[in-house]
């Protein structure tokens, strides 16, 4: 924890605040959902799936992109998660040194019967991982799949938006919690790494099919949609890190990612089509700001994305396909406006590695970061140190606090997210009703073997 300031509104405020919040209320009923969509501007519906009305579209991003200074990214020295990144939390002794502490205190734990690290806690995570690991992810896909040309009929055609229905169900069918398409553009095409994470550059080429060699993957230009999308974590199980009981959420979202992708590449190429696919995870380019030009979501104080369905309780996933869509846009529903106000996520982060600022900044923290966005740049090596030193996983205690990560369907959290995204004056006293309500909270993570969790630990 941080002692830093923070301006959250007194018991006074508080009751007074509920007064606005009540006052807003009567209003939005009064006048109805309709004509509220029509005060706040363009209803949105249907745009990735069905949504409510308060989640708007806009031309823009809620924080600003310069899109004359992001330059592609090379995730190969720049990421902290890669072995090259590494060096922003120490030299090679002291990682040595880290990663020698964080195996011993797996098996102190293991040893010890710590809560959350137990001998079952550990096998439920490492059996995640190692499904992970078996799954053939690659660029190119599985290229099984008979084409349209290898069963003699023409392939699919369709409209761009008749293309873009479909590929969304066909995903979520697959699991996919959300679906957005990204037109790749001069602009957008620098979210595509320069350097991919495992040191292999990326290029763009005037070629019909992309293809890997030892040396480089290459996209061609005429690859112009990015399909993003979004796998569901468990709120319940993450309320338990940064445990290892925690942590296998994280493992698990990847599993089914990755299984989506491999089934969404076969599915492209059956409709005569080619979809590519990243060869490792968070690997071929900068998926949150995909997610975010997608309408997924939009970008908050963990320099990640907020989705007004499931807060930041998701993993984000893409592919580059040849297949025409219609492309969205991003959004507004008050998130990052929120973030302005609530800072939930940098108080309870243990390692101090979040942002404190109520304003958000284009100066990024360091090297990790790359420059030409607005956001709340993150102090990364903090973080990853640790999750090294203490946690021994990937921690995701700031996920797990946001007021955002709840449930999707209750009628309470939707006349909040509704509250945050049109009335800007009771952001306070949400962010209050958050804590009042034990919100935010981690849950002792022996109960989670006994609560009963729906599949995947997930609700639609
Ligand atoms: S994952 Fe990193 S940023 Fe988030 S709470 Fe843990 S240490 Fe902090
Ligand atoms: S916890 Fe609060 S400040 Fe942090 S991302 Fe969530 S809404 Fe934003």
Known sequence: MTDQPTDHLDRRDFFKGLGVASAATLLLSAVGGTLAGDVFQTPTSGNVHNRPWWIRNVDKPSLGIDWEVIERFNAHTGLVLGEQGMRYVGDEDEINRLESKASALEIDRIQRNVPGYRLQDQALYSAFRMARNALPLSFLGLQQTPTPEQLNVPRWEGTPEDAAQMVKAALRHMGAATVGIVELDERTRKLIYSIDIDGKPIEFEDVPLGYETDD???????????????????????????????????????????????????????????????????????APALAVM????????????????????????????????????????????????????????????????????????????????????????????????????NCGICFAVCPFSKKNRSFMHDFMKMHIATVPAVDGVVRSFDDAFGYGIQKDPETWWTSDLPPYGIEP
């Open 294 to 393: 997608a309408g997924l979501g939009e970008l908050s104080r963990l320099n990640r994305v907020v989705t007004p369905e499931y807060g930041p309780m998701v993993r984000i996933f893409f592919l580059i396909t040849n297949l025409p869509m219609a492309p969205d846009s991003p959004i507004d529903a008050g998130i990052a406006r929120f973030c302005r106000t609530c800072m939930k996520c940098a108080e309870a982060c243990p390692s101090s590695a979040l942002s404190f600022a109520k304003e958000p900044t284009w100066q990024p923290a360091g090297p990790w970061n790359n420059p030409g966005h607005e956001t709340w740049f993150e102090n990364s090596p903090r973080c990853r140190r640790y999750w090294l030193e203490s946690a021994g996983t």
């Open 216 to 286: 480089r993957r290459v996209i061609p230009y005429g690859h112009r949609w990015a399909i993003v999308y979004t796998v569901q974590m468990s709120e319940e199980t993450l309320k338990r890190a940064s445990t290892v009981t925690g942590a296998q959420t994280t493992m698990l979202a990847y599993y089914r990612g990755i299984s989506i992708q491999l089934i969404a590449q076969e599915f492209l190429r059956g409709l005569g089509y080619q979809a590519l696919g990243q060869p490792a995870i968070n690997a071929l380019g900068i």
